[in-house]
């Protein structure tokens, strides 16, 4: 591929910290690597308002790992973004030191540019009217709802960041091991009522969803039964809303040390999955649709895409 560009980029959320290292370039986008690490920043931060210290050290050695791999496969740009525990924070700033001190200082990024991202990323190399993504994090959930033009031009109707992720709901609403009746009760009506002002002020209802990130990838190998996870055979899962409510149902009635055996299911991700999968549900419900595709392209896709200036049209351009 000629007048490349190789970039790493880094995200840091509330529950994993990733890295997509790929060529960007007028001849489109090539993958080399990719690694994630549930690092949990926000453990406990729903409470106290704070990122702990061990949590930043856990971010902190994932992102020296990550530098470190990035300058082995001859990086040229190495950049990231920190989500939505680090917005909320109260000692960000020392969060975002620690993290200058392990090799690189991620930019803060508002809920608004992270849904335009992840649009960006879920979208690319596909066309339609009325595309939805959602990136279901742990402590927000990003919706974009627009269309993408043949030539790839996006229009963008409506890009809302909500706080409500998998850990966040966890942590205020599912004590039980496992959640009581009630906990699933509240949690669910909590989510509803945050969601649907999104969804009442779209002009048309959406045509189809795209789902980004860790809930959405872990349910599709759920659902594949995924002995070892393989993103070739998760990317473009056709996820039911059917299948998805007896998952749901399924994971919701088992203990924590039952979920961490479930095949396809990272076991560190056991304890936020259920919220997760509540989110994505209510997301489909109130949607009107059916079923969503599952995307691994998602907001490193978005990044690198951003960085190179291949989005389509001046839809972000702050990275």
């Known amino acids: 591929m000629s007048d490349m560009t190789r970039y790493a980029a880094i ?3 509330t529950v994993t910290t990733r890295l ?3 060529d960007a ?22 409470g106290t308002g704070l990122l702990s210290r061990e949590a930043i050290e856990r971010v902190a ?19 990231g973004v920190a989500t939505s525990a680090s917005r909320d924070a109260g000692n960000s700033e020392e969060f975002l030191d620690a993290l200058e001190a392990a090799g690189m200082r991620p930019q803060i990024i508002a809920g608004t540019t992270e849904a335009q991202l992840s649009f960006l990323g879920a979208t690319y190399g596909r066309d339609g009217e009325g595309i939805l993504v959602v990136d279901i994090g742990g402590g927000s959930t990003e919706l974009v709802v627009g269309d993408v033009d043949e030539d790839g031009v996006i229009d963008i109707e409506a890009a809302r960041s909500i ?27 909590f989510i509803t009522e945050e969601l649907r002002p999104y969804f009442a002020a779209l002009r048309t209802r959406p045509r189809e969803l795209v789902a980004v990130a860790g809930t959405a990838t872990s349910l599709a190998a759920i659902d594949l039964e995924l002995e070892e996870y393989d993103a070739n055979q998760v990317h473009g899962y056709c996820l039911g809303a059917h299948a998805l409510a007896d998952m749901r149902e399924m994971l919701a009635t088992m203990t924590l040390e039952s979920r961490r055996a479930v095949t396809g299911l990272e076991p560190a991700r056991a304890g936020v999955i259920v919220a ?5 549900e209510t997301v489909l419900a109130l949607a009107g649709l059916d079923s969503t595709l599952v995307s691994e392209q998602d907001i490193l896709y978005g990044m690198v895409l951003d960085r190179a200036g291949l989005t389509g049209g001046e839809l972000i351009g702050t990275l």
Do not use: C
């Open 61 to 79: 050695e994932a992102v020296r790992s990550f530098v470190a791999e990035a300058n082995a496969l001859g990086a040229t740009e190495i950049f």
């Open 25 to 46: 370039g007028p001849d489109g986008v090539r993958e080399l690597s990719r690694r994630a690490v549930i690092t949990h920043l926000g453990d406990g931060w729903t």
């Open 276 to 280: 997760g999968a509540l989110i994505l």
């Open 163 to 189: 706080d409500i992720g998998a850990k966040r709901v966890t942590e205020l609403y599912l004590h039980g091991d496992p959640p009581a009746r009630h906990e699933l009760d509240a949690a669910n009506a």
């Open 11 to 13: 995200d840091i959320g």
């Open 20 to 22: 997509l290292v790929a």
